[in-house]
C-alpha cells in the first residue's frame, strides 16, 4: 500500500533535514582536518583575552589632536577591522590622546596592520626623481656622497609658485637636502605627518628611486571608493596583476582632472604624479591623458592580500592623521571561563525547566519538543563554529545570553502547534486531521511571531552598540534556525506520530487523550452529554474545560439559550 501524501512529505522534510546537517557536519570536519576550523566556536575578548594596541597619533608641529579626528580615527579603524571579518573587537579613545585597540585572540599579521597602517593617502606632483642613495658623481668620475647642505643655503623660493609642478619650489638648500637623502639612511623615518602644503623629500616603498615631491594637490579624504581588481589591457584580457581602482567624491574628480590636465603637457619626471601612502611613494605613474572622469588606477607591486588590504583602508577614509604604535600586548579575558560556565549552566537549567513543563503539560509529546529542542541546538552550534571558521565570528557573553534566551523562544513554537492541535481535538477531528488542520493554524502564527523576533534582532543589531551585536546575532540565527526546525522536523514527526497507534488511540500519556482535554464542544454554544462510559471526574473536568474555551460570543449565545429556556419553563408552569 503507497504511503499517504502527509507521509511522503514527513518523510521528504527529514530527509532534507538530514542532509543539511551532513553537508554542515561534512564542512566543519573537512575544515577541522584540512584548515584552521575548531569544533567550538572561537570565544570573543570577554571570555577569551587577546591583543591589545595602543595607538598615538603624530602629528605636525604645533598642531593639537581635537577629539572630533580621534571619534573619527575610531570610526575608519572599527570599519577596517569589521571589513577584516574580526568580530567583537573593542575600539576606543584613553583621555584626549590615544586609540586603544583590543582584538580578541590572536589576530593574524595582516589584521595587525591594518589596524597600525595610518593610510593617509596624498597625490603630490614630482619635481625631481633620482637614485637611491646619497653619492653623487664629481668631475673626475668617482661616486661620493653628497655634502649636507650648508645652512646660509637659500631655504626660500626666489619666486612665489604658481602651481605644485613649478620649479621654483627647488630652493638651492631644498635640491642640496635632496642630494643628500639616502633612503637606505631614512627607511624608518617617519615622513607621514610631513606638512601639505610645503616639498617633501622621501622614497618609494621599495626605497629604489628617490622623490622631491610638491605639495599635495589631492587629499585621500576626497576618495569616496575604492576597490581591488586585476588589470585589464585595452583589449579586455587580464594581465594578472593587481591594482587599486579609486573613484573620487565631487571635490576630487575636479582636483584631480584639474593637476593630470597639467601634467599632460609636462616632460621627464615632472610628467609623473606621486601616490603617496603614509608618506612612501606606491606609485608614480607618468600621465598619457587628463583623467576627468575620477576614477584612476593604482599600480604598483601588488599582491591580492596588499591590494585588498590597500582598498579597504582607501574605502573607509584616510586617518585624519598618521599613528605610532604606543605598545602592543596579550591582555587576559576581562570576564574569563568563571562567566562562561555560569552562563552554560543557567542555560542548562532553563532546558531543563522546559522539558520538565512540557513532559507535565503534553506527557510523551513533550519528547517532541526535547528532540526538537537537541536538533536546533546541533544546528546552531554547527553555524556558529562554520561562522567562527569561515568569517572569524567569535562568540561573547551577550551572544550566550541570546542562545539562553533562544531556548524559550523555541520552545514557544511547540507550545503554540500543540495547542492547535489539541484544539481540533476538542472539535472532534482525528489526530491524523487534527495534525493537518493544527499545523495550517499554528503556522501562521509562528511566522508572525518569528518575523517580530527577527525583526527585533535585526534593528538591535544595527543600532545597539558592538558589545550588544552578539546578543542581536544569536537571536536573530536561533529564529531562522527555529523556523527551519518547526518546518523540517517538529511537523513531519507528528505526522508520522499521528500514525502510530499509541497516538492515533488517544492513549493517556500521549498527551493528546480527546476525553481528557474535553473534547464534548461541538462548537456554537452547543454540547453533547457524556457518554456512560466516562467516568464521572473526567467528565466533570472535560466540562469545566470545554466552558473555559468558549469564546465571548458563544458564552453570551449560551446565557441566552439558558435564559430561553427558563422563561419556557416558567410559562409553562403558568400554564399548567
Known amino acids: 500500500m503507497a504511503k499517504s501524501t502527509p507521509v511522503k512529505k514527513a518523510w521528504r522534510s527529514l530527509t532534507w533535514l538530514g542532509v543539511l546537517v551532513v553537508v554542515l557536519l561534512g564542512t566543519l570536519t573537512a575544515g577541522v ?88 593617502l596624498d597625490f603630490r606632483p614630482v619635481l625631481i626623481a633620482g637614485g637611491p642613495t646619497n653619492e653623487v658623481v664629481g668631475a673626475d668620475g668617482k661616486s661620493t656622497p653628497a655634502p649636507s647642505p650648508a645652512p646660509d643655503l637659500q631655504a626660500t623660493p626666489s619666486a612665489k609658485p604658481t602651481n605644485g609642478s613649478d620649479l621654483a619650489w627647488v630652493t638651492p638648500k631644498l635640491q642640496a637636502e635632496f642630494n643628500a637623502y639616502d633612503c637606505k639612511a631614512n627607511a624608518n623615518k617617519t615622513t607621514s605627518s610631513a606638512p601639505t602644503d610645503q616639498p617633501l623629500i622621501t622614497c618609494d616603498d621599495q626605497n629604489t628611486v628617490k622623490y622631491l615631491l610638491g605639495p599635495v594637490e589631492v587629499k585621500g579624504q576626497d576618495i569616496s571608493d575604492a576597490n581591488a581588481g586585476l ?149 546552531t552550534w554547527l553555524t556558529i563554529s562554520l561562522l567562527s571558521w569561515h568569517y572569524d565570528y567569535r562568540l561573547s557573553l551577550a551572544g550566550v545570553a541570546g542562545l539562553i534566551v533562544a531556548i524559550g523562544f523555541t520552545a514557544d513554537s511547540f507550545i503554540v502547534y500543540f495547542e492547535r492541535i489539541r484544539d481540533e481535538l476538542r472539535d472532534g477531528r482525528g489526530l491524523e486531521s487534527a495534525v493537518e488542520a493544527g499545523w495550517g493554524r499554528a503556522r501562521r502564527t509562528i511566522y508572525a511571531s518569528k518575523a517580530t523576533n527577527l525583526l527585533a534582532a535585526v534593528v538591535l543589531y544595527v543600532l545597539a552598540a558592538a558589545n550588544v551585536r552578539g546578543f542581536a546575532f ?31 488511540s488517544g492513549h493517556p500519556l500521549s498527551g493528546l487523550d480527546p476525553q481528557a482535554l474535553g473534547a464534548v464542544y461541538r462548537g456554537a454554544a452547543q454540547f453533547r452529554a457524556p457518554t456512560a462510559s466516562v467516568k464521572a471526574g473526567t467528565a466533570a473536568r472535560a466540562g469545566k474545560e470545554a466552558a473555559r474555551r468558549q469564546t465571548i460570543a458563544e458564552r453570551k449565545a449560551a446565557e441566552l439559550a439558558g435564559a430561553s429556556t427558563s422563561s419556557d419553563r416558567s410559562t409553562e408552569g403558568k400554564d399548567s
Do not use: C, M
Request: aromatic share 6%; glycine share 8%.
Open 33 to 120: 582536518l584540512f584548515s584552521n576550523a575548531t569544533w567550538l566556536p572561537k570565544l570573543a575578548l570577554d571570555l577569551e583575552g587577546g591583543t591589545q594596541i595602543i595607538l598615538a597619533p603624530q602629528v605636525e608641529n604645533g598642531q593639537s589632536v581635537q577629539q572630533q579626528q580621534l571619534d573619527q580615527a575610531v570610526s575608519i579603524i572599527r570599519q577596517r577591522i569589521d571589513a577584516s571579518g574580526v568580530s567583537e573587537a573593542q575600539i576606543s579613545t584613553e583621555g584626549s590622546k590615544n586609540i586603544v585597540v583590543s582584538l580578541p585572540g590572536k589576530p593574524d599579521q595582516a589584521t595587525l596592520d591594518r589596524v597600525k597602517s595610518s593610510a593617509r
Open 231 to 379: 588589470v585589464q589591457s585595452s583589449q579586455g584580457v587580464t594581465t594578472g596583476q593587481w591594482a587599486v581602482n579609486i573613484v573620487f567624491n565631487g571635490a576630487g574628480t575636479k582636483a584631480f582632472a584639474d593637476v593630470t590636465t597639467r601634467l599632460v603637457g609636462l616632460q621627464g619626471s615632472q610628467n609623473q604624479f606621486a601616490i603617496v601612502l603614509d608618506g612612501k611613494v606606491i606609485s608614480a605613474p607618468t600621465t598619457q591623458a587628463a583623467i576627468t572622469d575620477g576614477k584612476p588606477q593604482i599600480t604598483g607591486n601588488f599582491t591580492e592580500t596588499t591590494a585588498k588590504a590597500l582598498a579597504d583602508q582607501l574605502k573607509f577614509g584616510a586617518l585624519p592623521f598618521s599613528f605610532k604604535v604606543q605598545s602592543q600586548d596579550t591582555i587576559s579575558a576581562t570576564l574569563g571561563t568563571a562567566q562562561l560556565l555560569a552562563g552554560l549552566i543557567a542555560g542548562l537549567i532553563g532546558l531543563i525547566l522546559v522539558a520538565i513543563y512540557t513532559f507535565f503539560q503534553y506527557r510523551l509529546l513533550g519528547l517532541v519538543t526535547i528532540f526538537s529542542l537537541v536538533v536546533a541546538g546541533v544546528l
Open 474 to 504: 544569536t537571536l536573530g540565527l536561533t529564529t531562522i534556525i527555529d523556523v527551519i526546525v518547526v518546518l523540517l522536523f517538529t511537523h513531519p514527526t507528528l505526522q508520522l506520530l499521528a500514525r502510530t497507534r499509541f497516538f492515533s
